[in-house]
């Protein structure tokens, strides 16, 4: 990518998902912006912005991941110090929106973590959000700014169609109720039928599968969903359905979380592939084996470029990620 002419873009990024921001700068064709990052002793957060952004349009990319506190309130005081130092625009980039589990109150007396959270960019002076995947997409509507909620389920597809994974010996499955409309997307690119597993979760991090709505009998299977924590339930989900006759199992995310015994259930499964985005910044450590990473960069800075140039974004949904205006 060449180099982008406008220099009133400025791009810059946090410490949550570095190698990403860098790829996403090279395809934008611009440098990252120079910002130091460091700790008082007790902990505290301090920002310096290295250069002059006054006057400019700037893009901050941060996913909210592990450890997710801090990296939220890295967000909140670089927002903080943008507006202070004049910026004509900050624009939030967020690949994964971490606390997007918390949108409703599930049982009494819980909170709404997601709008809370979605409370503190908007109030901290951020004017858009750029996103992707939302754990569920009214999220959008828990902020007062514009948000740009892009979708992985192209990327995916892509993967899975060079592979020649699609048609009728492929089924999209949704491991809950709750992702019937992103296994429906991932099928319409496959042209494939979609399954459901209908599963109870006694308490969190812990799922029960109990019945299979489809039929998976002599197909392969892709399994999707818009993250995988613990994989408790992507595994059982995997089992399932090799149980039910499927001959192949594949599963896909767009935001690889992977915290505790992820990795270890996952390679003990009968998954025979884990696709993921980079989204979130995967330790060496896990990738490999059985995990596959596509990048979301090119999708992201095409969505920067085109905000910027006030272009629409919807064209960015169209099938298979081809660019069209």
Request: proline share 4%; aromatic share 4%.
């Amino acid at each position: 990518m060449g180099h982008y002419s406008d220099p009133k873009l400025k791009l810059f990024a946090l410490n949550s998902n570095r190698p990403l921001a860098e790829k996403i700068a090279s395809d934008v064709g611009l440098e990252l912006g120079k910002v130091s990052v460091t700790h008082f002793s007790d902990g505290e957060i301090k920002i310096n912005i290295d250069e002059s952004i006054r006057g400019d349009h700037v893009y901050i990319i941060q996913s909210t991941s592990n450890p997710v506190n801090d990296s939220l309130m890295e967000l909140l005081i670089m927002i903080d110090a943008l507006r202070r130092a004049s910026a004509k625009t900050i624009n939030v980039v967020i690949p994964y929106y971490g606390y997007a589990r918390q949108d409703r109150k599930a049982q009494s007396r819980e909170p709404i973590t997601a709008k809370l959270v979605a409370n503190m960019i908007t109030q901290a002076g951020a004017d858009r959000v750029l996103t992707l995947d939302l754990h569920a997409a009214q999220i959008q509507g828990f902020f007062d700014i514009p948000v740009d909620h892009l979708m992985g389920a192209p990327l995916l597809a892509n993967y899975f169609l060079e592979r020649g994974l699609a048609d009728k010996d492929i089924v999209v499955v949704s491991p809950d109720h709750g992702g019937v409309t992103r296994a429906r997307k991932l099928a319409e690119f496959l042209h494939a039928p979609i399954a459901i597993i209908d599963k109870r979760r006694p308490k969190a991090n812990v799922a029960e599968v109990m019945n299979i709505i489809g039929d998976v009998r002599g197909k392969k299977c892709i399994l999707i969903d818009d993250m995988i924590d613990t994989a408790g339930t992507i595994t059982l989900a995997a089992q399932a359905l090799q149980d039910a006759g499927a001959i192949e199992v594949y599963a896909c995310c767009t935001h690889p979380v992977l915290s505790g015994p992820a990795i270890d259930r996952i390679n003990n499964s009968v998954i025979k592939e884990l696709i993921v985005t980079d989204s979130i910044e995967v330790p060496e450590e896990k990738t490999g084996g059985k995990v596959t990473q596509v990048s979301v960069s090119q999708l992201m800075a095409e969505a920067i470029r085109r905000i910027h140039e006030n272009r629409s974004v919807s064209p960015l949904f169209i099938e298979k990620f081809k660019m069209i205006d």
